[in-house]
């Protein structure tokens, strides 16, 4: 490693038809002579650090293949972008369920729809721009809490506009959890690479308030912990994408909150989609 992987970070932005600014970032790929393989890191303003400088460090090791790392972020205030976040990443609203209304009046949740849109069209034709010899059959989405959401949400709508689908910590629990009900009994057709994961603490009840709910009593929290239902719910993703014949890699990381665990959680998502051994999209193996 020559230089610093930060040195290697580049940025643009893009505004969206519908006005959002977009902050994008990426990581100069290294010197290459096939394919260019994507990944796209929700939240990037949270974890594009954390992915670019794991993936950089891994790279020269040739742990990974070379690949485009490259964050979607807006570049702003903390609250704004909580804000944004929240209308971007969410799927429209169908059910009365306490938690979902309470996350969905902050910021007019229910857009996914149309950032997928973004993603899929203006965001990989600007970075085609830039780099001309990106792998548009190759690209993984990662996200993480409500971005696994929305990860969860394209994997169930497109199957097809991603090679892998990373669902960290996903928020299963929004719209009464109808990501489940929305998996389908038998999985025809293409069978994209999935891996979901959660920290193993994400469901544990605390012993007194937390530093960051100030407004809550400890009986609060608790109910709020428990509708999430962050380790269970992911787990009956997994249970159901299997059952209708997706293969999905799952992993719980033991000793993690769903703070601590977006590190290993985005490493282990590298190192899978990414992984030199299998470089072929899994569209065109055999099944």
């Given at each position: 490693?020559?230089?610093?992987?930060?040195?290697?970070?580049?940025?643009?932005?893009?505004?969206?038809?519908?006005?959002?600014?977009?902050?994008?970032?990426?990581?100069?790929?290294?010197?290459?002579?096939?394919?260019?393989?994507?990944?796209?890191?929700?939240?990037?303003?949270?974890?594009?650090?954390?992915?670019?400088?794991?993936?950089?460090?891994?790279?020269?090791?040739?742990?990974?293949?070379?690949?485009?790392?490259v964050g979607i972020g807006y570049g702003t205030t903390v609250g704004e972008t909580i804000g944004l976040?929240?209308?971007?990443?969410?799927?429209?609203?169908?059910?009365?369920?306490?938690?979902?209304?309470?996350?969905?009046?902050?910021?007019?949740?229910?857009?996914?729809?149309?950032?997928?849109?973004?993603?899929?069209?203006?965001?990989?034709?600007?970075?085609?721009?830039?780099?001309?010899t990106i792998d548009r059959d190759d690209v993984t989405l990662i996200g993480h809490s409500l971005g696994g959401l929305l990860v969860g949400h394209?994997?169930?709508?497109?199957?097809?506009?991603?090679?892998?689908?990373?669902?960290?910590?996903?928020?299963?629990?929004?719209?009464?959890?109808?990501?489940?009900?929305?998996?389908?009994?038998?999985?025809?057709?293409?069978?994209?690479?999935?891996?979901?994961?959660?920290?193993?603490?994400?469901?544990?009840?605390?012993?007194?308030?937390?530093?960051?709910?100030?407004?809550?009593?400890?009986?609060?929290?608790?109910?709020?912990?428990?509708?999430?239902?962050?380790?269970?719910?992911?787990?009956?993703?997994?249970?159901?994408?299997?059952?209708?014949?997706?293969?999905?890699?799952?992993?719980?990381?033991?000793?993690?909150?769903?703070?601590?665990?977006?590190?290993?959680?985005?490493?282990?998502?590298?190192?899978?989609?990414?992984?030199?051994?299998?470089?072929?999209?899994?569209?065109?193996?055999?099944?």
């Amino acid at each position: 490693m020559a230089h610093r992987i930060l040195d290697s970070i580049s940025s643009f932005e893009i505004e969206a038809p519908y006005g959002t600014t977009y902050h994008i970032s990426t990581l100069d790929p290294v010197e290459h002579d096939r394919p260019l393989p994507v990944v796209l890191v929700l939240d990037a303003d949270l974890y594009f650090g954390i992915a670019a400088q794991t993936y950089g460090y891994l790279q020269p090791f040739a742990e990974v293949r070379t690949a485009l790392v490259v964050g979607i972020g807006y570049g702003t205030t903390v609250g704004e972008t909580i804000g944004l976040r929240t209308q971007d990443l969410t799927p429209p609203v169908s059910t009365g369920h306490p938690v979902t209304a309470q996350v969905a009046a902050y910021a007019g949740a229910g857009e996914a729809d149309r950032f997928l849109d973004l993603l899929t069209g203006p965001v990989l034709d600007a970075l085609a721009e830039r780099y001309p010899t990106i792998d548009r059959d190759d690209v993984t989405l990662i996200g993480h809490s409500l971005g696994g959401l929305l990860v969860g949400h394209a994997l169930l709508t497109r199957p097809g506009a991603f090679r892998g689908y990373c669902l960290l910590s996903p928020s299963v629990w929004w719209d009464d959890s109808a990501l489940l009900s929305a998996v389908p009994a038998s999985w025809d057709g293409v069978q994209p690479q999935v891996f979901v994961s959660v920290g193993g603490q994400e469901q544990d009840l605390p012993d007194e308030v937390p530093a960051g709910r100030p407004e809550m009593t400890l009986d609060q929290v608790h109910q709020w912990i428990s509708a999430l239902r962050m380790v269970d719910g992911a787990a009956d993703l997994v249970a159901r994408l299997r059952a209708a014949g997706l293969p999905v890699e799952h992993r719980v990381f033991d000793g993690e909150s769903h703070s601590s665990v977006v590190p290993p959680a985005i490493t282990r998502s590298l190192l899978t989609m990414l992984s030199p051994l299998s470089p072929l999209s899994p569209r065109s193996r055999p099944s």
